[in-house]
């Protein structure tokens, strides 16, 4: 079955930079582009940013602009979220997902993902 885990998640200080990664298995990972969410408590999940099967086509939801990176390494299964010069108002849990066709574009809807992770919380401190 398919399954998604995120890991590097943690506390750091505004300014501060990680770097999350989600192995990705039971699926052709190559064939399916993938998205970042987060959800702050209270608040819905939202989507941060996005990645095509190939890595043709990126997009990001404008607040993090210019202070994230999503990436991929098909080999490894593995998608990857660089997020650098910190805000605590990012503090949330991040999520990552499938997007539910293979070979489809990059999307920012939640209904066009049909599987997640567990979360990573980032904590960021003023």
């Known amino acids: 079955q398919v399954q998604l885990v995120e890991s590097g998640g943690g506390l750091v200080q505004a300014g501060g930079s990680l770097r999350l990664s989600c192995a990705a298995s039971g699926l052709s990972f190559s064939r399916y582009a993938m998205g970042w969410f987060r959800q702050a408590e209270g608040k819905e999940r939202e989507f941060v940013a996005a990645?095509?099967?190939?890595?043709?086509?990126?997009t990001y939801v404008d607040s993090v602009k210019g202070r994230f990176t999503i990436s991929r390494d098909n080999a490894k299964n593995t998608v990857y979220l660089q997020i650098n010069s910190l805000k605590p108002e990012d503090t949330a849990v991040y999520y990552c997902?499938?997007?539910?066709?293979?070979?489809?574009?990059?999307?920012?809807?939640?209904?066009?993902?049909?599987?997640w992770g567990q979360g990573t919380q980032v904590t960021v401190s003023s």
């Open positions: 997902a499938k997007r539910r066709i293979a070979y489809s574009s990059v999307s920012s809807l939640i209904g066009d993902y049909d599987y």
């Open positions: 990645i095509g099967w190939n890595a043709g086509s990126i």
